[in-house]
């Protein structure tokens, strides 16, 4: 009898995984697919990883002159070798994972199917029947397809495909401009590939802060990357794309990036042949009382930061009893420069909330770096913090300090008489609050 069994290992599963063996439990594990998920393999990391090498280079041939080196950015600039470069990094964090598993935990390779005997669940998996206190399912999510515009892995094609080109496209259609989207289409746009992008809503990035919106416009602007807002495919004609808005568009490829579904599991009823699909009623709470969902199979936030979180709100609940409280989630979108979110938007509040915003430009470490495009937005209510939005570079790092001030409730007060590095980026938070 193990005291948990924890059915996928992406950051959800992992996080369990190792959150509980600080606590001291028996731990259990099954992937039947690749240890790290969706963020390791197909997501947050090799895009990343892809995203650093194209900017880097892009950088070079736009902002360098290249006569003064000895080498042609074209003989650089080769697809194949970033793609080598990002599966040697899935490879290492993929072994350094595995092989501290197999020293703590019992980790089975295969698919583990959930069956319900007398009120109580079990797993099974090649051939052989596991028994938990409690269980934990973190199976993730899968790339999201249009009743119209459905994958065939060829013309369109889901996040994941885009990983396995073994050449670049000269045109390329994306369609949805959230942070898969809009990084792919910067990534592609770098490697000198024609991008248009599509979205339905008014705005782009539009779970975002209106002025990250109107500043993605002005990025994409920067790097000839067109959009349509406010549109939507109607029709496919070979490799011709007719919008509602009348336009006609010539791409290699089609880019469906309108999101994620949950991949949530089927419990069997043994000795009948009926099954039944799980899901949360209550955050990541089930049905029975020791099956507990955790990250992207919630549907909550399908993030791997806030899936780790669940994780270990799940098993301090199976420990303590404790319940979680309702915290903000941080987004970041990894463009150039990166843009970083927390808490309300502008859109969403009243008169009985400040509006604090500064220019990146104000700082003197964006003009030593060359780049004193962006902006902060504090939005403050009774001297506290509770929406925080940034453009700049080493967002996705800055952002975290924010979120501990909201989280614990930190005054502009005190932030702006403490004492900030400099010259550094996030002087522009004390800025920001200085000028509430």
């Not at 963020?39 to 090799?46: A, E, S």
């Not at 697809?79 to 089975?108: G, Q």
């Not at 109580?120 to 998996?125: A, P």
């Not at 991008?195 to 500043?215: G, H, M, T, W, Y």
């Amino acid at each position: 009898m193990f005291d948990l069994a924890v059915i996928g290992l992406g950051p959800a599963g992992l996080e369990a995984v190792n959150y509980a063996l600080k606590k001291g439990l028996k731990v259990v594990a099954f992937e039947c697919a690749n240890i790290g998920g969706t963020c390791l393999n197909l997501g947050c990391i090799p895009t990343k990883s892809i995203l650093h090498d194209t900017s880097f280079f892009y950088k070079l041939k736009n902002n360098l002159d290249i006569n003064n080196f000895d080498f042609k950015i074209d003989n650089v600039l080769n697809w194949n070798e970033i793609i080598h470069r990002k599966d040697d990094i899935v490879a290492k964090f993929k072994k350094a994972i595995n092989s501290s598993l197999e020293k703590n935990i019992t980790l089975i390779n295969g698919y583990a199917d959930l069956w319900l005997d007398e009120n109580k669940i079990v797993i099974s998996c090649n051939d052989n029947i596991y028994n938990a206190k409690n269980i934990i399912i973190a199976t993730g999510s899968y790339p999201q397809e249009l009743p119209d515009i459905k994958f065939d892995h060829k013309f369109i094609l889901s996040s994941d495909d885009m990983y396995s080109l073994k050449s670049l496209p000269k045109q390329v259609t994306i369609i949805g401009s959230g942070a898969v989207g809009l990084e792919w289409s910067q990534i592609l746009s770098n490697m000198g590939v024609e991008v248009n992008i599509i979205e339905k809503e008014s705005c782009l990035a539009p779970s975002f802060d209106l002025d990250i919106q109107k500043r993605v416009e002005r990025i994409l602007k920067s790097l000839k990357i067109k959009y349509f807002k406010n549109d939507y495919v109607v029709s496919l004609n070979n490799n011709e794309i007719s919008l509602n808005s009348s336009v006609k568009l010539k791409s290699d490829v089609i880019l469906c990036a309108v999101g994620r579904v949950k991949n949530l599991p089927e419990i069997k009823i043994l000795g009948c042949s009926e099954s039944f699909r799980i899901d949360v009623i209550d955050g990541y709470k089930t049905e029975f009382d020791n099956l507990y969902i955790s990250g992207d199979a919630t549907g909550i936030s399908m993030l791997a930061h806030s899936a780790g979180y669940q994780s270990r709100c799940i098993i301090d609940k199976i420990l303590y009893n404790i319940e979680p409280k309702k915290t903000n989630i941080p987004s970041v979108i990894y463009l150039t420069p990166e843009i970083a979110s927390i808490g309300c938007r502008e859109q969403d509040i009243d008169n009985s909330y400040t509006v604090s915003k500064v220019l990146l430009s104000s700082i003197a470490k964006s003009w030593c770096d060359g780049s004193v495009d962006g902006f902060i937005k504090l939005i403050v209510k009774d001297r506290k913090i509770k929406g925080a939005h940034l453009v700049c570079p080493n967002a996705s790092d800055i952002i975290s300090f924010l979120s501990l001030c909201i989280e614990k409730e930190i005054s502009i007060d005190e932030i702006s008489n403490m004492i900030f590095a400099h010259p550094s980026y996030s002087e522009i938070i004390q800025e920001a609050a200085r000028n509430v």
